[in-house]
């Protein structure tokens, strides 16, 4: 008998500063399953059936939820202000610079030392099988000017998809970038090698020595970025190991049309378990990193998280785009609302 959709609720460890952390599990009458936090509004698990009906947990994490709470690579988090690189940590807006916390070499990585990921959300059961969360940013927070309010909305749908709500206000010009950093691996365990990619880009950001974009668009075409047709992780990586970025850690420009709406941005399969992920943006760029910098890390039921144990595919706005004016713009002014929608699809292949 299939199982209910709902939304279970309880209580996890303490902040820091006393506040509890709520984990909320939902189900759909389909039998998927998520679970998320409101440390950093993060994606802990997601149970997704094999061909054979074998439930796994395709993210990486932790089995503990303290365990969230010390120092980790966004597992599951919700990054922002900014998700992804501001170089020097600086940026000019109307007029006016900013100087920005630095925390990844000279530069600004996903939000600054204590970005969203590192805040606790207040958070509410939004129906059947949804839960939001909310965080209001101050003026100044990590050097980011204007107080902004955040949201965040899961929901587990009945055509087996994890659908990913965005939106954010301000009261001072500012910039937003919003995304979620999971890390997924369709078997479970080992690496991700050898999962089938598929990227709809037919072209990507060049970046300097830091990952930083040099505003150059290059296509990937005879590169080993191509992944326009389907295949094998692990195939083309070599000549990318010795590079700055160890691997693939790159923003890919997604083939659609600004304006568009939702478009299919990636597919990631798994031919030994044929579970199959489909993922659906409405951002123009999705930022492929290959977990190029594990050094066995302990993660769930006992494993440890080697190179390339799982793989983001991060949906966003480009990196540094506050300092390129050629990029598509991340500015968000007094009475707009910054809107996004990412969806993973889960099938059987």
Known sequence: MPASAEVTRTEGPKTA???????????????????????????????????????????LGFDQIDAYLKPHPFFGSIAGRYANRIAKGRFTLDGETFTLAVNHGPNHLHGGKR????????AAVAGPHAVRFEYVSPDGEEGYPGTMQVAVTYTLTEDQALRID??????????????????????????????????????????????????????????????????????DIEPLLGTPAGGYDHNFVINSRPGA???????????????????????????FYSANH????AGKKGQSYAKHAGLCLETQHFPDAPNRPEFPSTVLRPGETFRSTTVHTFAIR
Request: proline share 5%; glycine share 10%.
């Open 261 to 287: 709406g939702i478009a299919l941005a990636a597919e990631l399969h798994d031919p030994a378990s044929g579970r199959l992920m489909t993922v659906e943006t409405d951002q123009p760029g999705v930022q």
């Open 115 to 122: 970005g969203f990921d590192k805040r606790n959300w207040k």
């Open 166 to 235: 965005y939106t954010a206000t301000t009261d001072k010009p500012t910039v937003v970038n919003l995304t979620n950093h999971t890390y997924w691996n369709l078997a479970g365990e080992g690496d991700v090698l050898s999962h089938l990619l598929r990227i709809h880009a037919d072209h990507y950001l060049a970046v300097d020595e830091g990952l930083i974009p040099t505003g150059e668009i290059k296509p990937v075409e005879g590169s080993p970025l191509d992944f326009r047709s389907m295949k094998p992780v692990g195939r």
């Open 294 to 297: 594990f050094r066995g890390m």
């Open 17 to 59: 500063e006393g506040e509890k952390i709520e984990v909320f599990t939902i189900k759909n009458s389909k039998g998927l399953q998520a679970r998320v936090i409101s440390w950093g509004a993060s994606l802990i698990e997601m149970l997704v059936p094999d061909r054979d009906g074998k439930i796994a947990d395709v993210t």
